[in-house]
């Protein structure tokens, strides 16, 4: 018997698979989109620049 992805304690209920219940599933939903489930990264990302000489692409140039 395969039980729920989030919980690991109730079985599948088909109506909410891979979960047991909608509290699950919601639960799992939250983790989603608080960034619960981020993989961490080494990357500055685009505002953050390790050479200061880079120019900025999201910064307009100066003229």
Do not use: V
């Not at 088909?14 to 993989?39: H, N």
């Not at 961490?40 to 100066?62: K, S, V």
Request: hydrophobic letters at 25%.
């Amino acid at each position: 018997m395969k039980t729920c992805k989030y919980c690991k304690r109730n079985p599948i209920i088909e109506g909410f698979k891979p979960f047991c219940s909608k509290r699950c599933a919601d639960l799992d939903l939250g983790q989603w989109l608080t960034g619960g489930y981020a993989i961490p990264t080494d990357d500055a990302g685009p505002d953050r620049h390790g050479d200061a000489e880079e120019p900025d692409p999201y910064r307009p140039a100066n003229d």
